[in-house]
């Protein structure tokens, strides 16, 4: 079992940048590859960014646009989500993912909400 916890979310204005924590526990040598997702009320969950085990970035959905980067301490059991330049269509529940053993674990979310 693995257990996934996120923070940092929060109300930010345009323009500003926020840094997202996702924190696994239990068998957390077992983890693969890691991801952050958002959603929106109405629409589906979307990638933002893909990490794999050994920390190497692998995937960015289209709308990053090189504004977030996405790192990985396995000594820390953390991925963390940079997200500068946000936009009010950043707004949604970004939520941590872990895959390991061949199941994929969640975290509850965190609320990102930005601003005009």
């Known amino acids: 079992q693995v257990q996934l916890a996120e923070s940092g979310g929060g109300l930010v204005q345009a323009g500003e940048s926020l840094k997202l924590s996702c924190l696994a526990s239990?068998?957390?040598?077992?983890?693969?590859?890691m991801a952050w997702y958002r959603q929106t009320p109405g629409k589906e969950r979307e990638l933002v960014a893909r990490?794999?085990?050994?920390?190497?970035?692998?995937e960015f959905g289209d709308f990053v646009k090189g504004r977030f980067t996405i790192r990985r301490d396995n000594t820390k059991n953390t991925v963390d989500l940079q997200m500068n330049n946000l936009t009010p269509e950043d707004t949604a529940v970004y939520s941590c993912?872990?895959?390991?053993?061949?199941?994929?674990?969640w975290g509850q979310g965190t609320q990102v909400t930005v601003s005009t």
């Open positions: 239990g068998k957390t040598w077992t983890i693969g590859g």
């Open positions: 993912y872990a895959q390991a053993q061949g199941l994929d674990y």
């Open positions: 990490i794999t085990r050994g920390g190497v970035p692998r």
